[in-house]
Nanobody, 124 residues
């Protein structure tokens, strides 16, 4: 599965962005999808995920109420709607696809395929 993330950019604090992650494969609906981010000098951290077959999303506490993950299986695409952005949201955002179990849904090791990342910069 090849993943292509897009939609990043420069936005002011309080602004909004929507990231997209398009998958190359038609079996997209069989994968759980996650968004992670890496800030300079920090490890990749969990942002949000949708487990296959489960409509309940998972969110990191730091983004709850501000970010929304969704997927369109007909378009093989997962989205991350980000609002009320803060400077601390600045990072490279990555989408991942895999079949994580519940205990690994928020861990990078739960995902087998990764996109190339898209930069999000939030200015204060």
């Amino acid at each position: 599965v090849q993943l292509q993330a897009s939609g990043g950019g420069l936005v002011q604090s309080g602004g909004s962005l929507t990231l997209s992650c398009a998958a190359s494969e038609g079996t997209f609906s069989g994968y759980s999808m996650g968004w992670f981010r890496e800030a300079p000098g920090k490890e990749r951290e969990f942002v949000a995920a949708l487990k296959v077959g489960n409509s309940n999303p998972y969110y990191a506490d730091s983004v709850k109420g501000r970010f929304t993950i969704s997927r369109d299986n007909a378009k093989n695409t997962v989205y991350l709607q980000m609002s009320s952005l803060k400077p601390e949201d600045t990072a490279v955002y990555f989408c991942g696809a895999g079949r994580p179990i519940t205990s690994t849904i928020s861990r990078p090791l739960g995902y087998r395929y990764w996109g190339q990342g898209t930069q999000v910069t939030v200015s204060s």
